[in-house]
Nanobody
Framework: EVQLVESGGGLVQAGGSLRLSCAAS????????IGWFRQAPGKEREGVSCISSSDGSTYYADSVKGRFTISSDNAKNTVYLQMNSLKPEDTAVYYCAADLGTTIATMRGIEYDYWGQGTQVTVSS
């Protein structure tokens, strides 16, 4: 059974940092993509960042470029999202998702097959 478990969310002041983790288990595909998405109250889900396991290529939403960094530790089957210079508008529930059997990472949520339960990030002004 594929499982994705996010952790690392919390309450932080504007300008602060958090590191989210997405621990993946239950699949043995060589090629996959992991994406981070977020959803704020009353807003649609949006893609934040994603990474491809095949070549390590990464993508970021314009709103987080230069502030967020996605990385992976294959030995730990974990993908991280380092979030720096956080802003109140970054407040949302953050989800990681897996798209298995692909070499292409995308921030289109519809492409992802498996989702974690989410972790709350709250940035106070």
């Amino acid at each position: 059974e594929v499982q994705l478990v996010e952790s690392g969310g919390g309450l932080v002041q504007a300008g602060g940092s958090l590191r989210l983790s997405c621990a993946a288990s239950g699949f043995t595909f060589d090629d996959y993509a992991i994406g981070w998405f977020r959803q704020a109250p009353g807003k649609e889900r949006e893609g934040v960042s994603c990474i491809s396991s095949s070549d390590g290529s990464t993508y970021y939403a314009d709103s987080v470029k230069g502030r967020f960094t996605i990385s992976s530790d294959n030995a730990k089957n974990t993908v991280y999202l380092q979030m720096n210079s956080l802003k109140p508008e970054d407040t949302a529930v953050y989800y990681c998702a897996a798209d298995l059997g692909t070499t292409i990472a995308t921030m289109r949520g519809i492409e992802y097959d498996y989702w974690g339960q989410g972790t709350q990030v709250t940035v106070s002004s």
